[in-house]
T-cell receptor, first 113, second 114 residues
Framework: GAVVSQHPSWVICKSGTSVKIECRSLDFQATTMFWYRQFPKQSLMLMATSNEGSKATYEQGVEKDKFLINHASLTLSTLTVTSAHPEDSSFYIC?????????FGQGTRLTVV | AQSVSQHNHHVILSEAASLELGCNYSYGGTVNLFWYVQYPGQHLQLLLKYFSGDPLVKGIKGFEAEFIKSKFSFNLRKPSVQWSDTAEYFCAVNAGTSYDKVIFGPGTSLSVIP
């Protein structure tokens, strides 16, 4: 199957700083990618849809100024958590689709201290 | 809006017992349906998927699921579970006409006792 890679796998940052997470489709091009977050023992919640060459579409309740998404090429989408706070600590997962099937990255564990 | 519900939050079974995890979705159009598994400390893996055709779908590791359109259901089954099946199971759906965002159910935690 297609491969989606996230970097970094885990990151620890200080409160108030910003963190960038990368999502790459390694062997295919993706005009659309999706960003999810998963709290411990909970399901994946869709945060936003990343569109190559245009603005991202955010789900209700997700602050677009806090979670900046850039999809500058057909193989890379980035999620930047700005002014991170401890409550932003979570597992962030991206996905991209090939022929209606979603492939997921391995996730990024963000811990804000 | 699409939504997915799963019947059980936590299921505990002994090895060799049969498993059925319930999943219902709400969406009036054509849908693609998925079951994902997340083993402890690992990322999501696709167990099986339904796009069209035979409503009984067979996936990896002996799992199967049946799509019942009239009931908006896509239940996951396995005749005999193993300790290694202990994991979190997520039912998911996306619109079938074109690729769209995948909506996940809340998940069912399965614990298999040796």
């Amino acid at each position: 199957g297609a491969v989606v890679s996230q970097h970094p796998s885990w990151v620890i940052c200080k409160s108030g700083t910003s963190v960038k997470i990368e999502c790459r489709s390694l062997d295919f091009q993706a005009t659309t990618m999706f960003w999810y977050r998963q709290f411990p023992k909970q399901s994946l919640m869709l945060m936003a849809t990343s569109n190559e060459g245009s603005k991202a579409t955010y789900e209700q309740g997700v602050e677009k100024d806090k979670f900046l998404i850039n999809h500058a090429s057909l193989t890379l989408s980035t999620l930047t958590v700005t002014s991170a706070h401890p409550e932003d600590s979570s597992f962030y997962i991206c996905s991209a689709a090939v022929n209606t099937e979603a492939f997921f990255g391995q996730g990024t564990r963000l811990t804000v201290v | 809006a699409q939504s997915v519900s799963q019947h059980n939050h936590h299921v505990i079974l002994s090895e060799a017992a049969s498993l059925e995890l319930g999943c219902n979705y709400s969406y009036g159009g054509t849908v693609n349906l998925f079951w994902y598994v997340q083993y402890p400390g690992q990322h999501l893996q696709l167990l099986l998927k339904y796009f069209s055709g035979d409503p009984l779908v067979k996936g990896i590791k002996g799992f199967e699921a049946e799509f019942i359109k009239s009931k908006f259901s896509f239940n996951l089954r396995k005749p005999s579970v193993q300790w290694s099946d202990t994991a979190e199971y997520f039912c998911a759906v996306n619109a079938g006409t074109s690729y769209d965002k995948v909506i996940f159910g809340p998940g069912t935690s399965l614990s298999v006792i040796p």
